[in-house]
């Protein structure tokens, strides 16, 4: 008998990120998120037509890349499933440095600085979004994000009282 995945560890495809960024803040939910967030701290008052392409998704990835959330061409295939690393960096361009207060100094030991994504990485630790996934703080940039940890990852961005300080 195949082993039942648990539902809080099935992987997340990049563009149910970028969705989800966008549409967080207007839907409070995890569907489609980092286009929404941008927008609504903006205050553009962009809105998402599924017409604009021809994937419900397509409008969202634009206008990511429109407002250099991503840039064109950063993941091969848009439907793979996301790293962690990845994450970070949707996440962490998602919203203004206004928005991203630091409140720590905890350092990934598994990041270094010419890694890819690595300011990201840095940044979402600075302030509190990330914690790493042991008692020392190790990311595991290249494994991928889940749906329970890209949930409370959300969390802390849009409420900073639930990020966590050292």
Known sequence: MAKKKNSKNIPLPIFILICAVLLFAMYLSL????????????????TFDAAVGTN????YVAYAI??????P???EDITAYATRAEMAYIFARSLPESEMAMIGSLVPPDVVKDD????EIYLLYAT???????????FTGE????RAEAAAIITRIALPDRRISE
């Open 116 to 119: 890819r994504y690595a300011e």
């Open 73 to 75: 061409g950063d993941f």
């Open 56 to 59: 419900w998704y397509d409008a």
């Open 128 to 138: 509190g979004v990330l914690t790493g996934n042991d008692e020392y703080g190790t």
């Open 66 to 71: 429109e407002q250099d959330i991503i840039g």
């Open 31 to 46: 569907s489609t998120l980092a286009a929404v967030v941008h927008s609504i701290y903006s205050g553009d008052g962009q």
């Open 143 to 146: 494994r991928g994000i889940t």
